[in-house]
């Protein structure tokens, strides 16, 4: 099977790793990939904004399965395209891809299929803000409707912050979502789906907050772990059930079915599992740390969800004990980050890159925000984490950041669900 992946991060690079262990596996080819896909896939320029190009490269390059991992072609229709080409693709249709490239649509679902979610209210009209303002706190939750790759989104107990995100997206012309705030710790269930059949992976916490105890700003993601020690063995099948298996169900009778992957990032409230978000393809950096411990061969994984025998397909083999992965920040990030610093320790075992290429010299230089997500594994989350920060320790570059407090409360014992009240 020749697989081509499209995009460029430490979340591709992780699929490459899981597809280069699959014998079924004859070619792989990255577009436009970095420093590290490039050791394991032939590389190619694309524009991921194209869907034209996209499946141009495909049909040119001879792919028998396009698997998708960005947000954004998959919004644009890349998917479409590729599938419109005769190829067979992971990924879901521009259609389908609503559920994450709007909030207002995801909201609209999962009114329609009672899925448990915070209540919301959307603004576009900044006469109409401090009336919707007072209808919600004491711990505003204000954002972009629209993709922002995670960094839309302000959450916090003071009213002018809030209201001054608010203002800031109006006078942009992007409408506002204002929704309650749901309390208790956060799970990324990554779900499998080919149009009908949902086939949940490990439960995974992801680490959204730049600085650690969760300071600082949202970025797309600082680290994260699987699976929960903390969290119920029946998490994921409750999650199926009442929320991933009703929304696939209710866009499959739209006549907009889901194939590929449909990620649920959920609050653990006192009231049960209730949705934030749901996402149209893999979590970065919770990919990395599933994917370390997926045993099952990951092409065939994938071709079976793309083309609809799921249900055929044997149960999962996971290896036991825990991933940590932590994610290596340039200068800046999340805001405007420094890049062209020269990485040293990048190309040792369980370094996954992101924001990287290779220079003329043959150097690898920081390109991107997101720089490394660094993997560590072990029979506890302990020794997982202390596995990761041993590698992170191996490596150089100038100016970087990284939390240290990645599944720390998890070891602990610190993570629980609110009580009742
Ligand atoms: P989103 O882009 O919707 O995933 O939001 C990014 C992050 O903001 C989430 O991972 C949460 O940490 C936080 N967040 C979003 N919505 C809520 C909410 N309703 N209640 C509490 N925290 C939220
Ligand atoms: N880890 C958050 C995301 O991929 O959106």
Redesign the pocket.
Known sequence: MRVLVIGSGA?EHALLLGLAHDPAVTALACAPGNAGTAALAESYGVDVTAPASVAALAGEWRADLVVIGP?VPLVAGAADAVRAAGIACFGPSAAAARIEGSKAFAKEIMRDTHVPTAHAEIVDNPARLDSALGRFGPTWVVKDDGLA??KGVVVTPDLAAARAHAMTLLEAGHPVLLESYLDGPEA?LFCLVDGGTVVPLLPAQ?F?RVGDGDSGPNT??MG?YAPLPWASPDLAAEVVDRIVQPVVDELARRGTPFTGLL?A?LALTSSGPQVI?F?C???????QAVLALLRTPLAGLLHATATGTLAAHGRLDWAPGYAVTVVIAAEGYPGRPRTGDVITGAEADGVLHAGTRRRDDGAIVSSGGRVLSVVGTGPTLESARADAYRKVAQVHLPGSHHRTDIALLAVRGDVGIPATR
Do not use: L, M, V
């Open positions: 979340r947000e790759a995670g990324s992801d959204k797309g993601g994260a990620y990032g978000e996402n393809r893999f979590g970065d950096p919770e990919t």
